[in-house]
């Protein structure tokens, strides 16, 4: 039963995921053609993954609800006040850089919001299973944590050439 729920989790965590490239894709790359967008999807699941491993490093969690919110507003800000357009294959570090740099800024605010007395209390009055609740939350943002450190590695190390085969140039 345990391991189901666990399975369930991950699918769910899976689908937000899924959900927050869908949003990138139809906010930012609607003018450019697919390929663009298949190109950058794993810098862009690098970039939307980051606050994961910034909130893990903390000891934070969040409900998935409350991290697409906070991803939805850095969205919203890019989109009216920043230039995606002009970034065109860099937009993924542009985005990014972007989400570090609103946590370098507001990351202490965050920080307290979450560490809060009162966001403890609310769940405990607002549901029964307040450590079913706050396991889930912490699977959440170990998953993505996880997902986000496993490209780091794979982007740390670039493939090494085949000796055998001949250079283009």
């Known amino acids: 039963m345990a391991a ?8 769910k965590t899976e689908d937000a995921v899924r959900q927050l490239l869908e949003e990138v894709r139809c906010r930012f790359y609607a003018g450019h053609p ?7 999807r794993r810098m ?3 970039a939307l993954t980051w606050p994961a491993s910034w909130l893990e490093r903390r000891g934070l969690t969040c ?3 409350r991290y697409r919110a906070l991803l939805a507003d850095r969205f919203a ?3 009216a006040h920043g230039d995606p357009a002009r970034y065109g294959a ?3 570090a542009y985005l990014l850089k972007c989400l570090q740099d609103w946590f370098d800024r507001h990351g202490d605010e965050l920080y307290g919001e979450l560490k809060h007395i009162r966001n ?3 769940q405990v009055l607002t549901s029964a299973r307040f450590a079913a609740t706050v396991q889930r939350d912490a699977q959440h943002v170990e998953f993505l ?3 986000h450190r496993l490209i780091r590695a794979q982007r740390d190390h670039p493939r090494a050439t085949d000796d055998g085969q001949l250079p283009l140039f």
Request: glycine share 4%.
């Open 44 to 46: 862009l699941l690098y």
């Open 90 to 92: 860099y937009f993924p």
């Open 145 to 147: 944590a996880a997902t």
């Open 34 to 40: 697919a390929r663009d967008f298949h190109r950058d």
């Open 4 to 11: 189901n729920n666990g399975y369930a989790e991950l699918a």
């Open 63 to 65: 409900p998935a609800a």
């Open 120 to 122: 403890a209390l609310d």
């Open 77 to 79: 800000v890019i989109a």
